[in-house]
């Protein structure tokens, strides 16, 4: 299978602190550094205290933080072979491009012909149409190895455009949501049940009955890139 590699390897850094959405305070070669976190909403539950992670740097003079967190790991930071958990939700979309195009998802999509990327569908765009089936991409961020698990909403999380989605994808015959996880994910069960989970759980049974499939693809993540480990058909 390929291998999605970076333009150039990831740095190793320990995450002191997140003091706000936008930022984590990463040591970094004896320095502590501001770094952009990728991520508006709580992570599961981790206490950003003393967490490996590996950085991207930007070469835009203009960013106000030279690094982006990539992924972290729950491991001992003196640990040599860690463990990581991708957390860039917005690369995620990039990835699964990368194996779309070249036949890491048969399953889902045999050998396409055309991957198109955000594609008009009723009043959504929807992440991918590949060659006549549309595929959205979703990356939850509510659990990790270890036991670390958000059951808790973050008042940054909004549903209303999950459910717009899983309601144009219902008006379509060919259609998959993928749930896709930068780190090898137990086989995913929806969050506890509150008010909004109940709304989304409500849209997305309707969009199954009206034959929209569930798929999970699990990735794992290092310094030099993102590889595919497995992808399988959910039957929540």
Not at 66 to 76: G, P
Not at 128 to 146: C, H, N, R, T, Y
Not at 158 to 184: E, G, Q
Not at 186 to 214: E, L, W, Y
């Amino acid at each position: 299978m390929k291998k999605y590699k970076f333009d150039a390897d990831l740095i190793e850094g320990v995450i002191m602190s997140r003091p706000n959405r936008f930022i984590m305070m990463v040591k970094l070669g004896g320095k502590i550094v501001e770094c952009h976190c990728p991520v508006t909403g709580k992570i599961g539950n981790i206490e950003f205290n003393n967490i490996s992670c590996l950085l991207s740097e930007s070469n835009n003079k203009s960013r106000r933080t030279k690094y982006t967190v990539e992924a972290i790991s729950l491991d001992n930071p003196s640990k040599k072979n860690k463990s990581w958990v991708g957390i860039n939700q917005n690369k995620i979309n990039k990835y699964v491009e990368f194996f779309l195009k070249n036949g890491g998802l048969y399953d889902i999509v045999g050998i396409p012909e055309k991957v198109q990327r955000e594609v008009k569908l009723l009043d959504s765009r929807i992440d991918f149409l590949v060659d006549d089936m549309f595929v959205e991409v979703k990356m939850p961020l509510i659990a990790f190895p270890g036991g670390q698990q958000n059951s808790t909403l973050s008042k940054f999380n909004s549903f209303d455009r999950l459910i717009k989605h899983f309601t144009d994808l219902s008006s379509n015959p060919k259609a998959v949501v993928l749930l896709c996880f930068l780190y090898n994910a137990d086989i995913f069960s929806p969050p506890k049940t509150n008010q909004s989970n109940n709304r989304v759980r409500q849209v997305a049974d309707k969009a199954i009955k009206d034959g929209v499939a569930m798929w999970q693809a699990n990735f794992s993540i290092n310094e030099s890139g993102v590889c595919l480990v497995k992808h399988f058909k959910l039957r929540i």
